[in-house]
């Protein structure tokens, strides 16, 4: 599949049309649902191979926050062959108590996969979990950018950003 090819099946299958109300608060007119391209096989599979495509050197773990992002990392870790790690929202109150799911620690060095960047708010979270750790975001990938100002917050905040997509990449 080309990547033009991927963003016209990211579109087909998960942008809707009405009234929404972001993450952010902000309203819009159209929603790109995440949850119905991420569990595409064919979408996964060539997502996997774009994300693991800006690994790059340095990186050797790839991360990605509840809920959108797993699956998006475990293509990404199945494409490139690296470890991942799961961010919880929260630390969980039972068995390990952990927020971090998988082995991250001083010294890694961190790709941080988002699924649909509107200001970024979540992923810096996600980026400070990761930071408290010792180890350090080499950069953020997000599947799209919504061009609503997460690549100035996420930038503004001392990150590498870069996007699979932008909502004009796929027609909106």
Known sequence: MTKQQLAERIAEVSLLKGEFTLRSGRKSHYYLDKYLFSTQPDVLV??????AERVGDQVNKLAGAELGGIPLVTAASLASGLPCIFIRNQKKDY???KQLEGKLGEGDVVMLVEDVCTTGGQVLEAAKVIEATGAKVAKIVGTIDREEGARENIEGAGYVFEALFTKTDLGV
């Open 46 to 51: 060539e997502l996997g191979k774009l994300f």
């Open 95 to 97: 068995g390990t108590a």
